[in-house]
Each structure stands twice: as C-alpha cells, then as structure tokens.
C-alpha cells in the first residue's frame, strides 16, 4: 500500500496480558516512530528507528514495552504485563530519510486503538 | 518547565471565514515548527513546515507563521470550509533533541456552514 499500515486497529486485552502492535512502514523509508496518544491528547514519542537500528528509546514508560525493526521494515511495539494505564492509542510513522525530524514530514498510521479491561 | 500550548477550547467559525489557530511554547528551542491535521479516528496528517529563519509559509489556502521572539507559531486557514473541521497539532523539535517531534494537545476547529 501506498500509506503507514497498522494492525490491528482495535485491541481489547486484559490486565496482565502481553500484546503485540505492528507497523508496517512506507517502502523504503529509513526512520520510523512510535507515538502513545491519549483522549484529548498530542501524541508522545515513545521510540525512534532509523533502519534497524534503535536510536532512541527515551520515551518508552516502563520495561514493560519493547520495540523491534529488525530488517529495517516492518516493525513491532510490545507491551508486556498490561496495565490499565496502557489503554492508548498508539500511532505509528516513517519518513524518507536520516535528515533531522524536525525537518521532514512524518507519516502517520491509523494507529492501533488499545483497551485493556 | 517545557510545555506547548495551543488553544484547549474548541473553535467555531463561520465558513468563508479565516480561521486563526495559536501555537504557544516555552522552554523550547526549535529549529523547526510542523503543522498537522487530525481526524477522528485516524492518525495525523502532515500539512506545513517551518524553520526558525523562515517568518512565514504558504500552501495554498493555508499559512503559517513563525516568531522566535514570541516563541509562537499563528497557523491561518482562509476561506475556510466545513470540510476543514478538524483538530490541527502543531509539534516541534528542540534543538537538543534531533529524534523527536513534541506535540501540542490540538486545537478542534469547528466550522459550520
């Protein structure tokens, strides 16, 4: 596709479980970030990628989260041992190059819509 | 401390109207300022940028400005249409901090024909 493909769009997990969130970012773009955004909220940088290489992970609120790139594509957000302040959603995006952040557009998901009970 | 902040209460305007939306940050330093458009359900859409030497950017029916001195970004849709209804982020990078983007909360623009 043409566009950032999240999946799946809605999650409903209990407390304690562990999930899984994929990103499947536009072909060959080099950089890649994850955003939590709550209700009413901008979203928030969790995590950074440029290729498979996880250059900042700053923003990530536990050890409980976790993220991959391994082959520089496709990418996945894990979240162990759910808790209730978890529910979120969280917003994948990629852009072209390694150029500063700042000055590139990013292209965004749909986002995965997660509620845990 | 660090904060953006852009206006929390919803904006109602009448169509053909220019709507005038607020950026606000302090403690930041940015050399670039971005705009995006969020629609329910669905994630941002890239719409402007603009660097800290640039006062002002245009696309269209859009435009937006940028005071390094304010510490301030007026983001402006002329002859705005119902179909502009939307929250507008806008988001930053500090200096400091090459890999990420900080996000302001959105402004809803409401615009009733």
């Known amino acids: 596709g043409a566009g950032v493909s999240q999946s799946p769009r809605y999650k409903v997990a209990k407390r304690g479980q562990d999930v899984a969130l994929r990103c499947d970012p536009i072909s060959g773009h080099v950089s890649l970030f994850w955003y939590q955004q709550a209700l009413g909220q901008g979203p928030e940088f969790l995590t950074y990628f440029q290729n498979e290489a996880q250059l900042d992970k700053s923003g990530l609120p536990s050890d409980r989260f976790f993220a991959e790139r391994p082959e520089g594509s496709v990418s996945t957000l894990k979240i162990q041992r759910t808790q209730q302040e978890d529910s979120a959603v969280y917003l994948c995006a990629s852009s072209p190059s390694r150029d500063r952040v700042g000055n590139q557009p990013q292209h965004f998901g749909d986002g995965t819509r997660l509620s845990i009970l | 401390s660090q904060k953006i902040e852009q206006n929390s209460e919803a904006l109602n305007i009448q169509e053909g109207k220019t709507a005038t939306l607020t950026c606000n940050y302090t403690?930041?330093?940015?050399?670039?300022l971005q705009w995006y458009r969020q629609d329910p359900g669905r994630g941002p859409v890239f719409l402007l940028l603009?660097?800290?030497?640039?006062k002002e950017k245009r696309k269209e029916r859009l435009k937006v400005t940028f005071d390094t001195t304010l510490k301030q970004s007026l983001f402006h849709i002329t002859a705005s249409q119902p179909a502009d209804s939307a929250t507008y982020l806008c988001?930053?990078?500090?200096?400091?901090?090459?890999?990420?983007?900080?996000f302001g909360a959105g402004t809803r623009l409401a615009v009733h024909p």
């Open positions: 403690n930041y330093s940015p050399a670039y």
């Open positions: 603009i660097r800290e030497n640039e």
């Open positions: 988001a930053l990078d500090d200096s400091g901090g090459y890999n990420k983007l900080i």
